[in-house]
């Protein structure tokens, strides 16, 4: 969102409109601080009514690393995680459907990734425009380069108010000057002034920006004569090799920050990605809050970090073109190192205060809101075997982040290489390697992940390590289950259960519960199974964990499904699809698909199933993955009774119709089979804490809100679900949460 008016781009702007209507990549070049970013997001913009699927900004200023270019723009598409890294091929095939308008920004120091993206999603997705930001071009064939070049400034000699007024750069400065300072504008005493000091900046607009900041303060011939005697000295010359007057705005409006705040400034450019209060204060270094919190509101008014928009909490984040500079002087102020140990300290604490938090959709928009800056964290801890312990310690403290949100290959590349030159403790290496095994089983690799998990069993047993022993066995047991191994997964699950309760683990108690229950399943032992998922989704409940419980539910929805009652198996995986819709975990939720597929199948509608056939098959395939083990069988059958109703042809037909919609809620119909599907998360828990008998004040109490937001969340239950009465509420909740009792067969 933008903050402030975009002043003198109108030609640029009509320019670039135009080449976008003509050409599939266009890319816009040119200096730091030149304005590309916001011309391009303007021009998006406007454009976005002409695509499908509209504009999708994929942010990289904070990428270092091009191996991560296709995961970071997945995310930033919303195409969810998968088992495997996304490659080029995968992400345009991905998109291979979507008509929308793509918006790169910042890829100056990825731009070879970039480019592999970019061709590969243009060559297959003929209905995909895209937009590029860099200091440099990408060089594919059919790039249109189109170059942004400094404001107009005023000619020598300009020294009357009206010439001046119509160059763009004064008008930019006037603007910038008027938010700061609101008497100020422009007249015949200061005209030659501003025209000097347009010129003196060379119509960059962040330099322009940057100065006009200190207006509020200063007048026009000061910042003038001040800016004169600045000596021009490069930022970074690997970073910024031209813009002589934008390294001289920089440098100037540093100078004109205190030495603490200085300080204060150059430390937070170790943060890649945005940042909050608290992040700030932890790298500060030592100060009384009282000088952090004045510092810190002088850099803001400085220009030199920004506020974002739109955020309940405040956020800030600084232009890479400056962060540039402020990295620079960390290196020859000596205080990298130290600024970097701060940042990996704090986000030690950021991973190691999330495990507390039982709200997993939560959890993990924390992570992924400061990922550029974990990353940035561990790409430090992995540069010294000194700090390589605390890479380790982040890891398996987010390391369900990498399983959730993905990539998977991330997070084994990371622990491992960590492992490799940590002096860790035996009971954190037996961590590390139950880990990193659970990762490569979810990934499918079935030589590497047994390995690493028998490793950290033999050195769990050998230490004593009864949690490490628990996981290790857990995940051999998945393995097992993932090769249909069921006698061996049914002893390892047994000794993984044994040893969670004995350490007071209720979530690893839980989890082994539902892979029992799964095993049970597989053998066609529907009442024990039934035993074990109930008991399962019983613990969960108590933890809040609404992954768990949505996959309970999508399994009690399976063994419903078998013994012949269609419509109450749905109602359950329907229940397992609300919970995924905010979870977003796309493994969760074609999985729903897949079960939904089957019970459409078994009741006769053979149309439905081949619809959710076909979007199963295509979030499979960006997952790099397929349906495996026991279910497998379940998923064919649907396919043989589905093809054998409609004839081959018509199924193709239909198969790829689902295909091509994808598992949107129009394919899974959510609306038409569940009242519950349009209440949030937190409305399912005020109701359900209704139903416990709960009043409106103990509820607020409990979840640390207002009683007035309790009253409002009540109003919209009862409006969604069509009861009156905390009586008939709770009556509904029962009714919902009641699991269709599978019979004892």
């Not at 320019?15 to 003509?22: D, H, M, V």
């Not at 600045?230 to 920089?250: H, N």
Request: charged share 25%.
């Amino acid at each position: 969102m933008e903050t402030s008016s975009l002043v003198g781009r109108t030609e640029e702007l009509a320019g670039l409109i135009e080449r976008l209507s003509k050409a599939r990549i266009v890319t816009l070049t040119g200096i730091g601080g030149i304005g590309k970013t916001r011309i391009a997001l303007r021009a998006a913009a406007e454009l976005q009514s002409r695509f499908a699927a509209g504009v999708r900004l994929v942010q990289l200023g904070g990428v270092a690393d091009g191996s991560l270019v296709p995961n970071v723009a997945a995310v930033a598409l919303g195409l969810g995680t998968r088992r495997g890294s996304w490659t080029p091929d995968t992400l345009s095939r991905r998109l291979e459907r979507t008509e929308a308008l793509l918006v790169f920004d910042g890829c100056e120091r990825v731009s070879e990734a970039v480019a592999a993206v970019v061709d590969s999603i243009v060559f297959r997705c003929q209905s995909i425009v895209v937009l590029t930001t860099s200091r440099q071009p990408l060089r594919l064939a059919y790039e249109i380069r189109f170059p942004i070049e400094p404001l107009p400034v005023p000619s020598e000699g300009t020294s009357t108010t009206k010439p001046a007024g119509q160059s763009a750069a004064v008008q930019l400065l006037l603007d910038r000057a008027q938010a700061v300072a609101p008497g100020f504008a422009l007249d015949d005493s200061n005209v030659a002034a501003v025209c000097t000091l347009c010129r003196r900046l060379d119509g960059i607009p962040l330099a322009i920006e940057l100065v006009a900041t200190r207006l509020v303060a200063m007048g026009i011939e000061d910042v003038v004569a001040l800016l004169d005697e600045q000596p021009v000295l490069a930022i970074d010359r690997g970073e910024l090799t031209s813009g002589r007057a934008l390294e001289t705005a920089i440098r100037w409006s540093y100078s004109q920050l205190t030495e603490a705040e200085q300080a204060l400034w150059r430390r937070l450019c170790v943060f890649p990605g945005s940042f909050d209060l608290s992040a700030a204060q932890h790298v500060s270094g030592e100060m009384s809050q009282e000088d952090f919190d004045a510092q810190m509101q002088r850099v803001v008014e400085s220009s030199m970090v920004r506020r974002l928009p739109d955020v309940l909490r405040a956020r800030f984040a600084i232009l890479e073109t400056l962060r540039s500079f402020g990295l620079a002087e960390l290196r020859a102020e000596g205080e990298l190192d130290g600024a970097s140990r701060r940042l990996l300290d704090w986000a030690k604490g950021v991973a190691r205060g999330l495990e507390s938090s039982a709200a997993r959709s939560a959890w993990v928009a924390r992570v992924e809101t400061d990922i550029a800056n974990i990353r940035a964290a561990l790409d430090f801890a992995s540069s010294s075997d000194e700090y390589a312990a605390d890479g380790v310690e982040i890891c398996m403290d987010i390391w369900t982040y990498w399983r959730v949100r993905g990539p998977v290959e991330e997070g084994r590349r990371r622990i491992d290489r960590l492992i490799d030159r940590a002096d860790i403790s035996d009971a954190l290496r037996a961590k590390a390697l139950w880990v990193s095994g659970a990762l490569a089983v979810i990934q499918n690799d079935h030589e590497r992940g047994p390995a690493l998990l028998e490793e950290s069993r033999a050195l769990a047993m050998r230490i004593g390590d009864r949690g490490s022993l628990a996981w290790s066995t857990y995940y051999l047991a998945l393995a097992a289950y993932f090769t249909s191994n069921l006698d061996t997964a049914s002893e390892l699950l047994n000794e993984a259960s044994e040893l969670h309760a004995s350490t007071g683990d209720r979530f690893g108690t839980a989890i082994a519960t539902t892979l029992r229950g799964q095993v049970e399943l597989a053998r066609d032992r529907h009442a024990d199974a039934t035993r074990d998922l109930e008991q399962a989704l019983t613990l969960i409940r108590a933890l809040g964990d609404h992954w768990v419980e949505a996959y309970v539910l999508w399994l009690l929805g399976l063994i419903v499904s078998k013994q012949g009652d269609q419509p109450a198996a749905e109602r359950l995986i329907e229940q397992a699809l609300l919970l995924n819709r905010e979870t977003q975990d796309l493994t969760a939720l074609v999985l729903c698909a897949e079960g939904l597929a089957w019970t459409a199948a078994l009741r006769g509608d053979a149309a439905r199933a081949a619809r959710l056939l076909g979007g199963a098959r295509r979030a499979w395939r960006s997952l790099s993955a397929q349906i495996e083990g026991p279910l497998r069988a379940e998923h064919d059958e649907a396919v043989a009774l589905a093809r054998a109703r409609l004839g081959p042809d018509r199924y193709l037909v239909l198969e790829q119709e689902g295909f091509e919609r994808g598992l949107g809620d129009d394919l899974l119909d959510l609306g038409e089979h569940s009242r519950a599907s349009t209440l949030s998360l937190r409305e399912l828990e005020v109701a359900r804490m209704v139903a416990s008998g709960l009043s409106n004040r103990e509820i607020a109490g409990s979840l640390k809100l207002s009683k007035r937001t309790v009253d409002s969340h009540l109003d919209h239950i009862f409006a969604k679900v069509g009861v009156h009465g905390r009586v008939a509420l709770a009556n509904w909740v029962r009714e919902a949460d009641r699991p269709a009792r599978p019979s004892a067969s």
